[in-house]
């Protein structure tokens, strides 16, 4: 069994830091493209930023400038680096990765549980 879990989230002020981690467990094989998706409340879950194993990134254009994304590929593990957070970032972020486990020969998508970071004052 794959699992995503994410870490990391919390309560920010305008303008701080937080640095969001995903770690994938369970029989894995390989994993490609890993990402970071958030939903705001009455909002659609939109994609943050999401790299490739090869470490080609991409990312949405609210947060290019303020985001980093990057992954530990030993560990299995994306990190999400974001600074100068503002109210509107306030949501849940959630970890999604393409595994392909040991049972299988094809690639999954997978999600985490999310994990809540609120910017506010």
């Known amino acids: 069994q794959v699992q995503l879990v994410e870490s990391g989230g919390g309560l920010v002020q305008p303008g701080g830091s937080l640095r969001l981690s995903c770690v994938a467990s369970?029989?894995?094989?390989?994993?490609?493209?890993m990402a970071w998706y958030r939903q705001a409340p009455g909002k659609q879950r939109e994609l943050v930023a999401s790299?490739?194993?090869?470490?080609?990134?991409n990312y949405a254009d609210s947060m290019k400038d303020r985001a980093t994304i990057s992954r530990d590929n030993a560990k299995n593990t994306v990190y999400l680096q974001m600074n100068s957070l503002k109210p509107e970032d306030t949501a849940v972020y959630y970890c999604?990765?393409?595994?392909?486990?040991?049972?299988?020969?094809?690639?999954?998508?997978?999600w985490g549980q999310g994990t809540q970071v609120t910017v506010s004052s």
């Open positions: 999604n990765a393409d595994i392909r486990s040991r049972a299988y020969y094809t690639y999954r998508n997978y």
């Open positions: 369970g029989s894995i094989f390989s994993i490609n493209v």
């Open positions: 790299i490739t194993n090869g470490g080609r990134t």
